[in-house]
């Protein structure tokens, strides 16, 4: 599978895909329109040098993907307010929104942190006191507990009709991208045989963050509570900059120790994605058009495999 270097996420009732500095949102609108809007997203001078430094990149990657995702799904709800709302919309755009979307990303993250990692070490707390004082044994009890918090949290949201639809549009967007990865045309026929599984995909990276949490935690050793919750937090851009880069490493690699670390993320996806419909695969499939080549795409993979084949072909003749 030859990685195509695009991304995306669902939407309310559609899609965003994101190639490079271009991304567009496909949304079905309720009279079953689908609307596509293009723009550019990118980051100038030291910032761009920025997201190109490993381990580095992957913190300023993870506050991207978390305001790109959600200006994006802000702009998909707008087809399904009322007049008021929208009017009331077009009155706070500009700099204000801007300034609303950055404080739902900050409350969004401090809550993040709140429930996945704040509320697993008091309860490990509570555990050092009362059950173990082994460190390593308080280390894998607060690293499953965040686990189980994680799963019980997609558990419970994947009972919401919305969010089973939500789930639906997330699977039509990784079709979509295996399908090409795969070298296959970009059609419904295709698309609909394409996994709905991703190595790259954001529940996936989730998941390895939690995981290398509890190597990274395993080796704090503190008796004050809070200066060790500190350390806690002040790691976490760190976990996160680790965990960007095992991701990006198992969308680009096909060696079996890689993929089957990344086994759980994708079992975990058969949770957050659901089979999607073809009217949401057609959405998925306007977004990828709208900023990705595919057509070369898949014309460069065939190059590089006659190519390929080639050079196996003189190798067996010496």
């Known amino acids: 599978m030859r990685p195509s270097g695009i991304g995306g996420q669902a939407v309310m009732e559609g899609v965003m895909m994101k190639n490079k500095e271009k991304y567009a949102v496909a949304v079905r609108k309720p009279d079953q329109e689908i609307v596509v809007d293009v723009q550019t997203y990118g980051s100038e001078g030291a910032r761009k040098k920025l997201r190109t430094i490993p381990f580095i990149r992957g913190i300023f990657n993870f506050w991207d993907s978390l305001y790109l995702g959600t200006k994006v799904l802000t ?23 801007n300034i609303l979307m950055i404080f739902t990303v900050c409350i969004s993250i401090i809550l993040s942190i709140t429930i996945f990692f704040c509320v697993p070490f008091f309860l490990t707390w509570f555990c050092r006191k009362h059950i173990t004082q082994e460190e390593w044994v308080i280390a894998l009890i607060e690293g499953t507990l ?6 019980v949290y997609i558990i419970l949201i994947s009972f919401m009709k919305d969010i089973q639809r939500f789930f639906m549009y997330h699977g039509a967007e990784h079709k979509c991208i295996n399908c090409i990865e795969n070298g296959w045309e970009l059609n419904l026929e295709n698309a609909r045989k394409a996994s709905r599984q991703h190595k790259r995909c954001g529940t996936s990276f989730m998941l390895i963050v939690m995981v290398i949490s509890i190597i990274f935690l395993f080796f704090i050793r503190t008796e004050n509570r809070w200066i060790s919750l500190l350390i806690r937090l002040a790691l976490i851009p760190v976990i996160a900059g680790v965990s960007y880069e095992f991701i990006r490493l198992a969308g680009r690699s096909e060696s079996p ?20 419909q073809d009217d949401m695969l057609e959405v998925a499939i306007a977004s990828v058009e709208a900023v990705f080549d595919w057509k070369s795409f898949l014309q460069d993979h065939e190059l590089e495999a006659m190519e390929q084949q080639q050079d196996q072909a003189s190798d067996g003749a010496v």
């Open 257 to 276: 120790l890689v993929s089957a670390l990344s086994k759980p993320g994708m079992w975990l996806q058969n949770l957050t994605t659901r089979e999607p």
């Open 75 to 97: 702009y998909s709800a707008s087809f399904f307010e009322d007049e008021e709302e929208e009017t009331e919309k077009k009155d706070t755009a500009g700099t204000s929104e």
């Open 146 to 151: 965040r686990i189980v918090i994680f799963l």
